[in-house]
């Protein structure tokens, strides 16, 4: 490769260009804690808890599953081809989330936080761990069987399963969720 020659007129420009230029005396970043501002938790207030459920959703009764079992459940009007279609993978999944190790307040709290961020940012579908519940007592595992509840019970999940072994298998559950408004074709129109 040709070594380009630069004309005395091009060298006084870049210089003029790029200023007074000084020595790097260390080259090296301290990253230091104290620069680093503290997070702190964003306050979640309870309308916005009760705005996520379904009207009349405390009526709702779910058999209890056992530490196998696979969840499913498609909300009432959509076809049964949506959740084989779910089953089988078609939608890609958005976001996800861990659950398992916490307690069923904890749980429900980060759960409604984390639907409510995805349908904000226009995810379809969302991928839950909650785990198998190996440690629950009558085999019966509190998170699934509370998760089971839950995604029944709130308002922008039309369907879910369990995942598939790669996913968690029955430790972990597949979401689809409804589109936000914003995201909704049918609504081009109202502008």
Not at 9 to 27: A, C, M, P, W
Not at 150 to 160: G, P, Y
Not at 167 to 175: E, L, Q
Request: glycine fraction near 6%; include cysteine; aromatic fraction near 8%.
């Amino acid at each position: 490769m040709a070594k380009k020659t630069l004309t005395s007129e091009d060298s006084e420009l870049f210089r003029h260009t790029i200023g007074k230029v000084r020595s790097v005396i260390s080259d090296k970043v301290l990253l230091t804690p104290e620069n680093k501002p503290r997070p702190y938790p964003v306050a979640i207030s309870a309308d916005s808890y009760a705005a996520a459920w379904k009207s009349g959703a405390a009526a709702i009764e779910v058999e209890k599953v056992g530490l196998e079992d696979s969840l499913s459940f498609i909300a009432p009007g959509l076809q049964n081809n949506v959740l084989k279609k779910l089953r089988r993978g078609y939608f890609g999944i958005d976001a996800e989330i861990d659950l398992h190790g916490l307690n069923s307040n904890e749980a429900q709290r980060q759960l409604l936080h984390f639907l409510r961020s995805c349908v904000e940012d226009g995810c379809r579908c969302v991928h839950i761990v909650h785990g198998k519940g190996y440690r629950s007592a009558d085999n019966y595992p509190v998170l699934k069987n509370n998760l089971n509840l839950w995604l029944r019970q709130h308002k922008d999940v039309q369907a879910f399963c369990s995942a598939s072994p790669k996913n968690g298998g029955t430790g972990a559950v597949i979401v689809l969720l409804q589109l936000a408004d914003k995201y909704n074709p049918d609504d081009s129109n109202k502008f």
